[in-house]
């Protein structure tokens, strides 16, 4: 971990200020759209500091909070990061979990992919993962705590576009998805269970196990890419 | 909603999500790149994309469902998240105010 990686990440990242700035900015008139406090909202950000995990989780509000299905979503979404943990811990294997832990809180897909893209051309260096983590997580955080700091009312065409954010949000995730997937069926499977049981469950718990049987199908497959 | 069942369910997500992002790199030398787990993890987010989508378009209504599809294609094509979501919100809006 070098402090010369560190500069060359947080340089390498400062677009993401004004990029996460303005999803934060859209994240956080969501929430108020929603009623929550701007206290909440930047907590929110900061703690839970994903875009999947609070698109998902927005649109399971409800009361009382469904807060095992919302957990249940959270791990199903984010399992990616496991993934991405482990291939830093082979480029870092040198480097004790203890060092890298807090890093690992402002880990973001992007500062994954640029952390690993410089490894190959610079070599491994944590500093570079942290220096990047920053810019994004003001970026993302100061968003959403603009929103309740500047003059905007969540009604008329803002008020739809925070409700149709978390489901548009994921949706463009899709295309980056399928590369993983051997056939549609995976996911037709996981629609039309979702929408079967949606009449008899809660809309979060219909969503889990619509994408479980999909995910039990994509496992059936012989091979997943 | 009370604030404390506000703030419990913002800490134990936060707690969750760092669990995910910190426990990849603590198990990493029992997790095999092409093991099972390691393939349902790959798996599982795309299928899980795809059934919140179905219900998000049935709460959205037709402005939801078309918003939905116009993002879905524009990302296909642009490969640019906010080009996709402008586009979205702008089919939203449009098929909003022709049919509300």
Redesign the interface.
């Known amino acids: 971990m070098t402090a010369a990686g560190f500069r060359r990440g947080l340089v390498a990242a400062l677009p993401f200020l004004l ?1 996460n700035g ?1 999803a934060g900015l ?1 994240m956080g008139l969501t929430y108020k759209g929603l009623g ?2 701007a206290s ?1 909202a930047i ?2 950000s900061l ?4 875009a999947t ?1 609070q698109a ?2 927005l ?1 399971m509000w409800a ?3 469904p ?1 095992a299905a ?2 249940v ?18 480029l870092f294997g040198g480097l004790a ?1 203890r060092k ?2 807090l890093s ?2 402002l ?1 973001a897909d992007a500062s994954w992919l640029m952390t690993s893209s410089d490894a190959d051309r610079n070599g491994p260096d944590a500093g570079y993962l942290l220096g990047s983590s920053i810019p994004m997580a003001i970026g993302w955080v100061g968003g959403t705590a603009l929103a309740y700091a500047a003059p905007l009312a969540t009604n008329g ?1 803002l008020k ?2 925070a ?13 980056s ?2 590369k ?2 051997a056939s549609p069926w ?2 037709l499977i ?2 039309v ?3 079967l049981v ?1 009449h008899f469950v809660d ?1 979060s718990w ?10 039990l199908v ?2 059936m497959e012989r091979t ?1 890419a | ?1 009370h ?1 404390l ?10 707690l ?3 669990a ?10 029992s ?1 095999r ?1 092409d093991g ?1 787990a ?23 209504g037709l ?2 469902l078309v ?3 116009v ?2 294609v524009t ?2 094509v642009t ?1 640019r ?2 080009v ?2 402008s586009a ?2 702008g089919a ?2 449009a098929t ?1 105010a022709i049919a509300p």
């Open positions: 990029s303005a859209v929550l406090g909440h907590l929110f703690l839970v500091y994903s995990a998902i989780t649109s009361s009382p909070l807060v919302m957990v979503a959270c791990i199903a979404t984010n399992s990616r990061y496991l993934l991405m943990g482990a291939h830093l811990r082979q979990p890298i832990l690992l809180f880990l065409p739809l576009a409700a149709l954010l978390p489901t548009m949000f994921i949706a463009t995730l899709l295309p998805q399928w993983n997937a995976p996911w996981s629609a269970v979702a929408l949606s809309p219909s969503m889990l196990i619509g994408g479980g049987c999909g995910t994509s496992m997943d | 909603m604030d069942d506000v703030l419990g369910v913002i800490f134990i997500l936060g969750t999500c760092y995910m992002r910190a426990g990849g790199y603590v198990l990493a030398a997790m790149d099972i390691a393939r349902f993890l790959r798996l599982a987010p795309g299928n899980l994309f795809i059934a919140f989508i179905v219900g998000g378009c049935l709460s959205g402005a939801g918003g939905t599809m993002a879905l990302m296909a490969a998240e906010w996709a979501l979205g919100f939203a809006i909003s």
